[in-house]
């Protein structure tokens, strides 16, 4: 069952970078993803949930993604 999921990941993937409808679709993605995360309404709720103004500061992502691979800096 692995094999046959990673071929069809490897298919996608081929499909997104190989083809020029594949790359097309890829450049669609990208900038409803950068759209989406530009928005003020999520910018706003990061900033509910980090406590801050409504701004995301990336300069302050320390580690960012540590705790999830569990090779970060311990307290």
Same mark, same amino acid.
């Given at each position: 069952m692995k094999g046959k999921a990673a071929l069809v990941v490897g298919a996608g993937v081929g499909?997104?970078?190989? %083809?020029?409808?594949?790359?097309?679709?890829?450049e669609k993605?990208?900038?409803?993803?950068n759209?989406?995360?530009?928005?003020?309404?999520?910018?706003?709720?990061?900033g509910d949930l980090r406590g801050g103004s409504g701004a995301v500061d990336?300069?302050?992502d320390e580690g960012a993604g540590? %705790?999830?691979?569990g090779h970060g800096p311990t307290t």
């Amino acid at each position: 069952m692995k094999g046959k999921a990673a071929l069809v990941v490897g298919a996608g993937v081929g499909y997104l970078f190989g %083809t020029r409808s594949g790359r097309e679709r890829l450049e669609k993605l990208k900038g409803w993803a950068n759209d989406t995360w530009n928005d003020p309404r999520v910018q706003g709720k990061l900033g509910d949930l980090r406590g801050g103004s409504g701004a995301v500061d990336r300069s302050s992502d320390e580690g960012a993604g540590s %705790t999830a691979t569990g090779h970060g800096p311990t307290t």
